[in-house]
């Protein structure tokens, strides 16, 4: 699947400073392993949608948020090999089609084509690899065998085969969850605790024997199609290897779907680890309260650019905060982006000396160096009284995606 335009991003003046960034599963702010793959790359794996609905400002603030972690490791001369994943077979996408009437191929392809559109006019650097649920199915069958060999998953009837999650002797690191947790957030994002038959409650689905009304895809094992957090560790370690620098997504990702992701990929490949950092962004909150589809309380990205909304101003807007906290999204919040984009573009066009110009491009790749600090980065810029040859407006640009 293709993904989407790549901007123009520029080189960066000033001094490199390696990327630190918080590991949720150490919790830690701990430095970035930036050891080249094989191919002499940094791999980062980010979750990626499931397209039952369009692009929100929750969905663009992480995907801003690793938009921040590639621009960085590119700053400081790293090649970097993103993939992203699209879950465009699972129930929920069936279920929207259902309520709707249409076909739930056509409305995967319809919000994916929205989701690219979204991603271009942020700016976003696009995955090299952009890989859907459907075209990954042999790899994902590849994965089960896998864990089947290695007596790490085990078959149920009707065809489903379930993962132990006794299979790693880590279980539980990525997330850092308590059972109690475990078996609490299990329950409300998508595990099916009460199957009969089950060795354990927390026994993740990897492959669904195929049901009457349901996609399905030949296997050794029977017709069915994938489970949820398989799709992810077939498609990350088919292309980046069994360990990797950076695991990516929403806060929410923690546990289930990266705690199962990265247990799935150590058990079919006996890694002690996937990932060498977790990272997840925080949720974004309209009055208070998470923006989610269930609740319909969403800001839409392409109706703000539609209302004359500037992406930098959407992007300073979400970098007000920190990536990790769980923030507010306002007209307010959005307003004072706007305003503080035009105070800079009356700043930058004053001229200072390219050694001035050089310490405020420093200052800036410190503040995002520290686990993407972006609100000391923009009181950096805050402060500045002018430019020199661009090099300012270019480092905003190539580090934070905002032009000015």
């Not at 990205?301 to 959407?314: C, F, M, N, R």
Request: charged share 25%; glycine share 8%; net charge negative.
């Amino acid at each position: 699947m293709h993904s989407w335009p790549t901007p123009e991003v520029p080189q960066v003046a000033g001094t490199p400073v390696n990327l630190n960034l918080y590991d949720t599963a150490d919790q830690a702010v701990k430095p970035v392993d930036t050891t080249p793959n094989a191919d002499g790359e940094v791999g980062m794996y980010v979750c990626g949608i499931t397209p039952y609905d369009s692009t929100h400002l929750g969905h663009a603030a992480t995907y801003l948020t690793f938009d921040l972690v590639q621009r960085q490791l590119l700053a400081n001369g790293h090649k970097v090999h993103y993939v992203q994943n699209i879950t465009d077979v699972d129930d929920p996408l069936f279920e929207r089609a259902a309520r709707d009437g249409v076909d739930w191929r056509e409305l995967g392809q319809q919000q994916i084509n929205l989701f690219r559109s979204d991603m271009e006019i942020l700016g976003v650097i696009p995955p090299r690899d952009y890989i859907g649920a459907i075209e990954s199915v042999g790899e994902v069958v590849e994965m089960v065998q896998k864990l089947l060999d290695a007596d790490a998953a085990y078959r149920l009837d009707h065809g489903d085969i379930y993962a132990s999650i006794a299979a790693t002797e880590q279980f539980g690191y990525a997330s850092n969850y308590s059972r109690a947790d475990m078996e609490m957030f299990f329950a409300e994002r998508g595990g099916d605790p009460d199957r009969v038959g089950k060795r354990d409650p927390l026994d993740a689905l990897v492959w669904r024997g195929h049901r009457a009304g349901e996609p399905a895809w030949d296997s050794p094992f029977g017709p069915g199609r994938p489970g949820w957090h398989i799709e992810c560790s077939a498609i990350a370690t088919n292309r980046l290897g069994a360990r990797f620098s950076i695991q990516g997504g929403g806060s929410d990702l923690a546990f289930p779907h990266h705690e199962f992701s990265a247990a799935h990929a150590e058990a079919a490949y006996s890694e002690p680890r996937m990932a060498g950092h977790y990272v997840h962004a925080g949720m974004i909150a309209l009055d208070g309260v998470k923006m989610s589809k269930s609740l319909g309380n969403l800001v839409f990205v392409h109706k703000l650019t539609e209302q004359g909304h500037e992406p930098s101003a959407i992007r300073l807007a979400v970098f007000t905060d920190h990536y990790r906290t769980d923030r507010e999204f306002s007209e307010a919040i959005l307003r004072g982006a706007e305003q503080r984009l035009a105070r800079w573009r009356v700043n930058l066009a004053r001229e200072v000396s390219s050694a001035d110009a050089e310490r405020v491009v420093d200052k800036l790749r410190a503040a995002l160096a520290d686990d993407l600090d972006t609100p000391a980065a923009l009181r950096v810029v805050d402060e500045v009284a002018g430019d020199h040859d661009g090099m300012i407006a270019g480092a905003l640009d190539g580090l934070l995606g905002v032009r000015v």
